[in-house]
T-cell receptor, first 115, second 111 residues
Framework: NAGVTQTPKFQVLKTGQSMTLQCAQD?????MYWYRQDPGMGLRLIYY???????DKGEVPNGYNVSRLNKREFSLRLESAAPSQTSVYFC??????????????FGQGTRLTVV | RKEVEQDPGPFNVPEGATVAFNCTYS??????FFWYRQDCRKEPKLLMS???SGNEDGRFTAQLNRASQYISLLIRDSKLSDSATYLC????????????FGAGTRLFVKA
């Protein structure tokens, strides 16, 4: 069972470069999320998608864009990377669709360093 | 003030000890509560949901106190394998939802 798959697992970018983090889930979940995790800050929601074709901003959306390509895939794009975006990025998915929150399943994370 | 606050620890306890973590939340309209576990350099995974009446899963007991706006996690008979970071998660919202993670409490269980 693949669950939630994120690529790449590691990435080093130079300031100003762009990149897209890919995420796919095979559990037929409706909702998908992108979080970043920094030391002492916990997980902070960047963007989420409650269903295919919809996306909404989370707590820290600035500097990011997302695309819910289909029900399986939810990508996160950094258009012009900044050192402040150095972090561990997690993609997650859950079954809920307008219903009480259900368990979120996470990908293995992407460790991004911007120099 | 953060919306969800946890004592970052670390808690260092010997095997067999009982340890308790608390988590406070600021939004009284919060609806659902969870504990997640995160091992070093791994992704978070659901440990247990927290129900109003309290719930138990083996050595783990979760409690919710809505009046004081905190949830707790009690681990009895600690094992070396319990060493991890425990994340408090609160769901708030009407219509949509907002999931807020605490920064986590680190636990080290020593032999």
């Amino acid at each position: 069972n693949a669950g939630v798959t994120q690529t790449p697992k590691f990435q080093v970018l130079k300031t100003g470069q762009s990149m897209t983090l890919q995420c796919a889930q095979d559990m037929n979940h409706n909702s998908m999320y992108w979080y970043r995790q920094d030391p002492g800050m916990g997980l902070r929601l960047i963007y989420y998608s409650a269903s295919e074709g919809t996306t909404d901003k989370g707590e820290v959306p600035n500097g990011y864009n997302v695309s819910r390509l289909n029900k399986r895939e939810f990508s996160l794009r950094l258009e012009s990377a900044a050192p402040s975006q150095t972090s561990v990025y997690f993609c997650a998915s859950s079954e809920d669709k307008g219903a009480p929150y259900t368990e979120a399943f996470f990908g293995q994370g992407t460790r991004l360093t911007v120099v | 003030r953060k919306e969800v606050e946890q004592d970052p620890g670390p808690f260092n306890v010997p095997e067999g000890a009982t340890v308790a973590f608390n988590c406070t939340y600021s939004n009284s309209a919060s609806q659902s509560f969870f504990w997640y576990r995160q091992d070093c350099r791994k992704e978070p995974k659901l440990l247990m949901s927290v129900y109003s009446s309290g719930n138990e899963d083996g050595r783990f007991t979760a409690q919710l106190n809505r009046a004081s706006q905190y949830i707790s996690l009690l681990i009895r008979d600690s094992k070396l394998s319990d060493s991890a970071t425990y994340l408090c998660v609160v769901l708030t919202g009407t219509g949509g939802f907002k999931t807020i993670f605490g920064a986590g409490t680190r636990l080290f269980v020593k032999a």
